[in-house]
């Protein structure tokens, strides 16, 4: 039985790879966004807590330890200078991350391309195989007839 062979199959080849190679980068990238998020949300809880002993030490009637409150304020900078510099990190990440995804989004589509035109090569061969196939029949009863009228 005939067998269809697709003259790009090496294209397609190629251009799921590409694909494949593109979906890795997007991945790696969300990948360090959720770890960038999660460094965010553990410095803001820090933060907050920084602040709620802040302010537990300076409330009315406690004394106040002055060396103390310093650490603990600078503590609490220290906190919202690394969640700032995750901030903007993130911001830089979120560029490279739609950069990747658009460069996925035309390697995806170059790929759907070649299949299509594989899915349309492939329906024309099957039209083109029946076709015979109705022809080599046509002509079997054709010789048929012809051997009965000889007859």
């Not at 906190?79 to 991350?97: D, I, T």
Request: without cysteine; glycine residues 4%.
């Amino acid at each position: 039985m005939a067998v269809f062979r697709f003259q790009f199959e090496a294209v397609l080849k190629h251009r799921r790879d590409q694909e494949r190679r593109e979906q890795m980068v997007v991945a790696e990238l969300e990948s360090r966004r959720h770890a960038l998020e999660a460094t965010i949300r553990h410095h803001q809880r820090g933060i907050v807590s920084a602040r709620g002993d802040l302010r537990d030490r300076l409330a009315p009637g406690a004394s106040v330890d002055l060396r103390s409150v310093r650490l603990q304020a600078s503590a609490s900078l220290h906190l919202v200078g690394l969640a700032q510099r995750a901030v903007l990190e993130l911001a830089g990440l979120h560029e490279k991350l739609d950069r990747a995804r658009r460069v996925l989004l035309r390697a995806s589509v170059r790929r759907k391309a070649v299949e299509l035109l594989k899915e349309r090569k492939q329906q024309e061969w099957l039209q083109e195989l029946s076709r015979r196939e109705d022809r080599a029949l046509d002509e079997l009863a054709v010789m048929r007839m012809a051997a009965e009228d000889a007859s």
